[in-house]
């Protein structure tokens, strides 16, 4: 029984030439990008909680509202970003 191979394309493939001043820049804004989001996640998780702690939910409602805030902190982590690029 013969094993079917793709052919391989790796040889055919022209990549175009990019400079390394725009291969930097790229670097640091997917860097900006996963700092701006870390740091909504992080805003947003204890915000949620916090919120839950101040209305004296129990831990479980304290838990699902830091969920909740963590969500919106990557949403308003990545439009931060978004309006530095």
């Known amino acids: 029984m013969q094993k ?24 640091l804004l997917y860097c900006m990008n996963k700092l701006c989001i870390f740091a909504g996640t ?17 831990f479980w409602w304290s838990f699902v509202i830091s969920g909740i805030g963590s969500v919106v902190g990557v949403w ?5 970003a978004r309006k530095l690029e």
């Not at 805003?43 to 939910?57: D, K, M, N, Q, T």
């Open 42 to 58: 992080l805003l947003g998780s204890y915000g949620g909680w916090f919120l839950g702690e101040a209305l004296g939910l129990g």
């Open 4 to 27: 079917l191979r793709a052919p391989c394309l790796i040889g055919k493939l022209q990549y175009p030439r990019i400079s390394r001043h725009f291969l930097s820049s790229l670097q």
């Open 76 to 80: 308003a982590g990545w439009k931060v």
